[in-house]
């Protein structure tokens, strides 16, 4: 077994770890993706449409609207219940790694 170990090399691994060679943090590229804070926006705001969407439905349903099935208005309260029960979850996690991280010790 032939066994040859390289050079380190600084200033890969600075750009591998997403750093500047003087240790800043590289700015993410205009194209990239969305930060958390924007994800989350967008997720509570879908999840807020289709609650809308749901109630919209369930009163089109009590005032005889022919053109709004009864299985629609259920399948679209079900995906209301489901997002909100997701967000709920999500939130209980939120605030559970934040205590986590408040009570360390530093």
Known sequence: MDLKLKPFDFASAVARAGLTPQGQPVKPAATGGTNFADAMSSALKSVSN?????????????????????????????????????????????????????NMQV
């Open 50 to 102: 289709q609650q809308n969407e749901a109630s919209r439905l369930q009163r089109e349903v009590q005032l005889d609207n022919p053109t709004v099935s009864l299985e629609e208005t259920m399948v679209a309260m079900q995906k209301a219940q489901i997002g909100f029960q997701a967000t709920l979850q999500v939130r209980n996690r939120l605030v559970s790694a934040y205590s986590e991280i408040m």
